[in-house]
């Protein structure tokens, strides 16, 4: 009948992996806006494959492996297995990037083999870490099979990965070095990163929303309609193109039934979305035309469809990263950094004092200008890509660096309750009475 | 069962001070006090569902709630509960609650 919560705070581990985040992603919008040619030039170049890492393990990699070990264990329903696993992997995720980074800017794949050992190493620990918590014991849900489907591609990315930097040090021979930088790609965007989207967006969106997930059917079927683009996709990508369109159309019945179980859930919550809420599901806006841009492209790689315009990969990258992918973790960070504060710093005074709400640690005008100014930022960026336009570029970035920094100003507001605690005594003298029955 | 010193909605009452800090809602009106009840040497018994089983408050959440009801003029011991059967629902929300989750941000 009873159980204990399986979550404590993770506040030490999680947090310095956002901040870690969110200043990759600030970094990178200064860089681009100074450079619009990282998304409009090609996109096999040291510079551009440097930017593509700010983004992917800086940005996004990171508040991911942040939410998961505060999540995880929710959405699981089982506490974390390793905290010290956990703080390996963090420091060897801090330590890696900036000097895969700085190795691929500088095109030093010594350098990139250093840090990406230490990367390659922090996430076997990360794998390793959620699979063990998953494990204890296992509960079969939606969630728990997109987040085992997701590790798989991860694994696999991280494979081929390595394999890619063997070859470049010269260790091995890569008849096709493209072909596998596309097989990496899409692991990463589709196995890993939208996957994992979905996936937690199953246990997490009702819990937020107040409803119970409308299909189980239905979030079950969207993770085996991503698992089965993965298995597709890259036998496609390295060696059968024919593939790719079948890979492309599971890849949008997954994007798909997602975005219906997420509208379902929105329409059926008794709560008005706050403004991580509607930051967090702007992500939705921008999946059909990820869905139709990947399904033309894979179309074109086949051979069935016409080369209309070059840059349509960095469309469907931009589309997805700073569309989708942005969008749904920021919104997804707006909850959770409050949440890891206020557990940190008021849970244990419930019941004791008048303790501030969630919505009380953040600026709640900030988050719903937020949710309206990062998608339009994203669009910006997605048009000035197809339009092959600098100042478009330029124009997009600004607008999300405006952005970014107005969300590290409410980050800052959140953290100040960490040094400067603002419960109150109860005032127990208006303690009222009044008699108002419960529903049986 | 019920004595003169105390009174379950006098428990009711105090529990509305304790809000689930996510929603921004207090227990009572979000429909997660499923019963009150106590006997006559003063001791309480309060059965709580947690709107989620994935919910990561709910020891916070129980223990604050033993420490209101303890508040209670006459209260001498106090036993949260915490029950998943059945599940929550949106329609324990009361009115009250449903009025101030539509227009919270």
Redesign the interface.
């Known amino acids: 009948?009873?159980?204990?919560?399986?979550?404590p705070s993770q506040i030490w581990i999680a947090l310095p992996l956002f901040i870690f985040g969110f200043l990759h992603l600030a970094g990178a919008l200064l860089w681009l806006g100074a450079e619009p040619s990282l998304l409009t030039g090609h996109f096999y170049q040291p510079r551009v494959i440097a930017f593509a890492h700010v983004m992917g393990l800086g940005f996004l990699m990171s508040l991911v492996a942040g939410s998961s070990y505060q999540l995880l264990p929710?959405?699981f329903?089982n506490p974390l297995f390793s905290r010290s696993l956990a703080k390996i992997h963090l420091v060897l995720h801090v330590g890696g990037v900036p000097a895969m980074v700085y190795g691929f800017m500088h095109w030093q794949m010594s350098v990139v083999a250093v840090g990406g050992t230490a990367v390659l190493c922090g996430f076997a620990l990360y794998i390793l870490n959620v699979a063990a918590t998953a494990l204890r014991p296992l509960r079969w849900t939606p969630t728990t099979a997109g987040v085992f489907a997701s590790l798989v591609s991860l694994s696999f990315a991280l494979g081929v990965a390595a394999w890619i930097l063997a070859a470049k040090l010269g260790w091995t021979a890569v008849r096709d070095p493209l072909a596998l930088l596309g097989a990496h790609t899409y692991a990463i965007l589709i196995g890993f990163f939208l996957l994992f989207l979905a996936a937690v967006s199953y246990?997490l969106l009702?819990?937020?929303l107040?409803?119970?997930l409308t299909s189980a059917r239905r979030a079950f079927g969207s993770v085996n309609y991503f698992i089965l683009a993965v298995v597709l996709f890259i036998p496609g990508q390295l060696a059968a193109p024919v593939l790719l369109p079948l890979a492309a159309l599971f890849a949008s019945l997954g994007l798909g039934l997602y975005s219906v179980e997420n509208i379902a859930a929105i329409s059926?919550s008794?709560?008005?979305l706050?403004?991580g809420l509607r930051l967090y599901t702007a992500n939705l806006a921008f999946l059909l035309p990820v869905a139709a841009l990947t399904l033309f492209r894979a179309l074109q790689l086949a051979g069935y469809a016409p080369t209309l315009a070059r840059g349509l990969d960095t469309l469907i990258f931009t589309l997805a990263v700073f569309g989708t992918l942005t969008c749904a973790i920021l919104g997804m960070g707006a909850k959770i950094v409050p949440?890891l504060v206020?557990?940190h710093r008021?849970?244990?005074l419930?019941?004791?004092a008048?303790?501030p709400?969630?919505?009380d640690l953040v600026y709640?005008r900030i988050l719903?200008a937020l949710a309206w100014s990062v998608p339009a930022a994203g669009v910006l960026l997605a048009l000035g890509v197809a339009t092959q336009s600098d100042r478009t570029v330029q124009c997009g970035a600004g607008l999300f660096c405006l952005s970014v920094c107005a969300f590290l100003a409410n980050l800052l507001h959140v953290l100040s309750h960490l040094w400067q605690s603002k419960e109150k005594p109860?005032n127990?003298t208006k303690?009222?009475?009044?008699?108002?029955a419960?529903?049986p | 069962m019920i004595t003169s010193s105390l009174d379950d909605?006098?428990v009711?009452?105090?529990l509305r001070?304790?809000?689930d800090?996510?929603?921004?809602l207090n227990i009572?009106d979000l429909?997660m006090?499923?019963?009150?009840s106590h006997d006559d040497q003063g001791s309480v018994r309060v059965v709580i569902t947690p709107?989620?089983?994935?919910?990561?408050?709910?020891?916070?959440?129980v223990?604050?709630?033993?420490?209101?009801v303890e508040?209670v003029p006459g209260v001498t011991a106090a036993d949260i509960?915490?029950?998943?059967?059945p599940?929550w629902?949106?329609d324990?929300?009361?009115p009250a609650g449903?009025e101030f989750?539509?227009?919270?941000?």
């Open positions: 009948m009873s159980k204990s919560s399986p979550a929710v959405a329903e246990t009702p819990m937020f107040l409803v119970p059926r008794p709560r008005r706050d403004g949440f206020w557990q008021y849970a244990p419930l019941g004791r008048a303790v709400k969630l919505s709640t719903t109860f127990t303690m009222p009475f009044n008699a108002v419960i529903k | 909605q006098a009711i009452e105090h001070f304790l809000d800090p996510e929603v921004g009572v429909g006090v499923r019963s009150v709107t989620s089983p994935n919910c990561p408050m709910h020891d916070q959440i223990e604050g709630a033993r420490l209101m508040r509960i915490v029950s998943f059967d599940p629902t949106p324990w929300i009361t449903q989750l539509k227009n919270r941000l």
